[in-house]
């Protein structure tokens, strides 16, 4: 068990899913942890299972599409807390199931705007205050294993998660010598509201989903989470510019 005390995370998408089980796992590591999503209701549930908890959590809304959303979450996050060492940039859409050619310019535009851009805005905003703060910050990108392989009916997601890899690659060059680490985490299909909607709730379709995973099922945000949160500790002190797989195996075969 690592000690966070005393130290502050972001978590984006923290109203449901992977995002939940990280703002959860950083709070019971004694961090502060700032919940935020446009899912006003599950952030508060986020919230409220923190404080449940003993853990100390406040909600900030943001569309991290949006740079002045972005800018108003990094403000607030500093002027609560006066620091942030830590941030999981988690929020992501899977955006409409349809093959390249069917896919609409409206669905690329989104999808691109939400994961890839709001996930640059997000670490453009994080690592401005992160140099100026000093070492031993880190910061985690959620990508996919859409983003190693590809994925037929997804082009836009694939694209974007592809997009986060190397973004998540470029900046933890550009700043390994400065105190700061960036890391990536692809996760298989984990239980969530969005492995779901892709799977349109169809439970032929979830059962040839898990098929294709060597260890036979779907992972838990709770697993993801444990890797997140580990690679924001000094336990991972030499690890930056990594993708890693959290996937039951499905990239190995």
């Not at 697993?223 to 990239?251: H, K, M, N, P, R």
């Amino acid at each position: 068990m690592t000690d966070m005390n005393g130290k502050t995370a972001i978590v984006t998408g923290a109203g449901s899913g992977i995002g939940r089980a990280t703002a959860l796992l950083f709070a019971a590591r004694g961090a502060k942890v700032i919940v935020s999503d446009v899912d006003q209701s599950g952030m508060e549930q986020t919230v409220g299972a923190i404080d449940d908890a003993g853990g100390e959590a406040h909600l900030v809304p943001c569309d991290i599409s949006q740079a002045d959303d972005v800018a108003r979450l990094i403000e607030t996050t500093i002027n609560m807390f006066d620091r942030l060492d830590y941030a999981c940039n988690n929020a992501g859409i899977e955006g409409e199931t349809a093959e390249t050619v069917e896919c609409t310019i409206e669905n690329w535009r989104r999808v691109i705007d939400i994961n890839l851009m709001g996930t640059w805005l997000c670490m453009k905003a994080e690592i401005q205050h992160m140099l100026e703060a000093g070492e031993g910050k880190a910061i985690v990108n959620v990508s996919s294993i859409a983003a190693l392989i590809g994925f037929g009916g997804l082009p836009a997601y694939v694209a974007s998660k592809h997009g986060i890899n190397g973004l998540t690659k470029t900046a933890a060059l550009e700043y390994a010598q400065r105190g700061i680490r960036i890391n990536a985490v692809c996760p298989g299909a984990i239980e969530t509201p969005m492995i779901h909607r892709v799977t349109h709730h169809d439970a032929q379709e979830e059962a040839a989903m898990i098929a294709r995973h060597p260890m036979g099922r779907m992972g838990t945000p709770e697993e993801i989470a444990e890797l997140i949160v580990w690679l924001c500790t000094d336990a991972a002190s030499f690890i930056t510019g990594q993708t890693i797989a959290a996937d039951g195996g499905y990239v190995a075969q």
